[in-house]
């Protein structure tokens, strides 16, 4: 083996000459921008088809991104795996989707749909939604509910009503003598349901009382909810509160013995907890779940590939294989993960190509550091200087060939739509830059420095009326590829590269021999 690698992955910052909103720009980044005039540096795709996605129109995300950056291949994800299954009628075919829809139809009862209401095509369509109720109906299930997860980060911040009216309009069209579709419950994503990594199960309860129970402040309508709401607090919709819609002070879908209940995201991270309170046995523990109806649970993709989360799916995952760690156990070099809870299932289970437990227990040693659980535009450097920590001792133990890290404030803290925020998160990261740089220096490893996908890049946009807002979600923008090694510099070819191109370079820059299905190295 050549030099030790250490690659660092600054979440959700991209790269763009644009200056509106970019706050990658406006922030003091001495570390990066010495990176970028003095080191081997070019500009990698990381959404769209580079990742696996339908079009270049998709953003990418940190799921898709660490599956690509950690097997050097580009599977189908996600959007476009659900795409390709509801256009085959695949999906109709699966046992799951026979076995939930005939109980309903031969019982009587009721379907229910749980999900992002968006086509951000992070971690939800629309369109998935609105083709599975008209095949539905097309079977025969004669009553649907829908619990709408609000989105306004994968989409524009306040465009909630045009999905709702969406959903609305569909219902519509499908309601007659014999269907009953209706909007049931719902609530912003950030306040309800769609936790993840275990941080905050409260906001699971809060999910589970209003969707299950339909235990919460009653509205007639999902319009009225959303408007009321944000009358009243003024929040954008990921942060709007939970509502139920009522009838005559009766929640209009509490869920039954009987039902069928169908998680439509296909984004695993967020889908999980919920996943594990529908199917736990009375060992579940996380919450009070309450009187616990007999349903039928089934989440639109296996979350958890090797936990099996949840029992039951719709469509088949990516079967990823061949992953940079593979390749490093088959090379018998020892590596380090480490990032806050926030990624860390991101340069784990992600970047194992979607594997919950290890490759080698013996080669390979795994870091989480735990996030704090508040608004992260309150503490923008969120856990930067321990994730640095971690790194530079494991680069002082020289026990490790291949250092891998995730700081994920550049995203979350975009996330929550704070430009002077993030602008600070930005600089908190390109300063544990500075500090593992040094540590490189005097221990002997290359550093590789790149990201998953952009979003504080891109923080404000013109809305359809032209006026100049905030923005939430992921950038289109590609994303900083750099290589430093103090003692050589390591050229890279010109061409249109993406994520799945870091593998075989980091493969290449530690000498050993890619796996023949890997995207080529940029190494020239």
């Not at 088809?49 to 050097?72: F, I, K, R, T």
């Not at 749980?114 to 369509?125: K, Q, T």
């Not at 430009?419 to 500075?434: F, K, M, N, R, Y």
Request: aromatic share 8%; proline share 3%.
């Amino acid at each position: 083996m050549n030099k030790p690698v250490v690659l660092v992955v600054m979440d959700g910052v991209g790269e763009t000459p644009e200056e509106l909103g970019n706050m990658v720009m406006r922030a003091n980044t001495p570390t990066l921008d010495e990176f970028k005039a003095t080191c081997p540096f070019q500009t990698i795709k990381a959404h769209g088809a580079a990742v696996g996605l339908p079009s270049d129109d998709d953003m990418g995300n940190s799921e898709v991104g660490h599956n690509a950056l950690g097997c050097g291949q580009i599977y189908s994800q996600g959007a476009k795996l659900v795409n390709e299954s509801i256009e085959s009628g695949s999906i109709y075919q699966s046992e799951t989707w026979k076995d939930l829809i005939g109980s309903v139809v031969a019982n009587n009862k009721t379907l229910h749909f749980i999900g992002l209401l968006s086509d951000g095509n992070v971690h939800s369509n629309i369109s998935h939604l609105l083709a599975m109720l008209k095949e539905a109906k097309k079977q025969g299930v004669k009553c649907v509910r829908v619990h709408t997860l609000l989105d306004g980060r994968d989409v524009p911040a306040t465009s909630a009503l045009e999905y709702i009216d969406q959903l609305e309009n569909t219902l519509a069209e499908l309601n007659d003598s014999d269907f009953d579709g209706r909007i049931a419950s719902g609530g912003g994503r950030m306040t309800i349901t769609m936790d993840r990594y275990q941080a905050n199960w409260p906001m699971v309860k809060a999910g589970w009382d209003v969707h299950v129970h339909g235990e919460g402040r009653q509205f007639a309508s999902a319009k009225e909810a959303i408007e009321t709401l944000r009358n009243e607090t003024g929040a954008i919709d990921q942060d709007l509160g939970a509502f139920v819609i009522a009838e005559n002070g009766k929640a209009v879908g509490a869920m039954q013995d009987g039902d069928s209940v169908i998680l439509y995201n296909f984004r695993g991270d967020r889908a999980l907890e919920l996943s594990m309170a529908f199917d736990g046995d009375a060992s579940f523990d996380k919450f009070e779940r309450g009187a616990i109806p007999n349903v039928k649970y089934a989440g639109m993709l296996e979350y958890d590939g090797d936990l099996h989360i949840p029992h039951h799916y719709l469509v088949n995952p990516p079967q990823i294989k061949d992953t940079l760690t593979e390749l490093l156990v088959e090379n018998n070099i020892k590596e380090y993960a480490v990032s806050e809870t926030q990624k860390y299932g991101h340069v784990t289970y992600f970047w194992n190509g979607n594997r919950s437990g290890k490759v080698s227990e013996e080669l390979e040693d795994y870091c989480e550091i735990p996030s704090d659980v508040r608004s992260f535009d309150e503490a923008p450097w969120m856990k930067a200087t321990e994730v640095a920590d971690c790194v530079m001792d494991a680069m002082k133990s020289h026990k490790y060939g291949f250092i891998r890290c995730n700081f994920p404030n550049g995203d979350m803290v975009g996330h929550t739509g704070s430009l002077d925020a993030t602008e600070i998160a930005v600089e908190s990261v390109d300063l544990q830059l500075a500090r593992i740089k040094k540590v490189c220096d005097a221990e002997g490893y290359i550093l590789v420095v790149t990201a998953d996908h952009g979003n504080s890049d891109q923080m404000l946009e013109k809305n359809k009326k032209g006026n100049i807002e905030v923005r939430t979600a992921h950038s289109l923008n590609p994303v900083p590829f750099i290589i430093y090694d103090k003692d050589e510099r390591h050229e890279m070819k010109e061409g249109a590269f993406g994520l799945a191109n870091v593998a075989p370079t980091v493969a290449g820059l530690l000498g050993i021999k890619p796996y023949d299905s890997w995207e080529e190295s940029m190494l020239k």
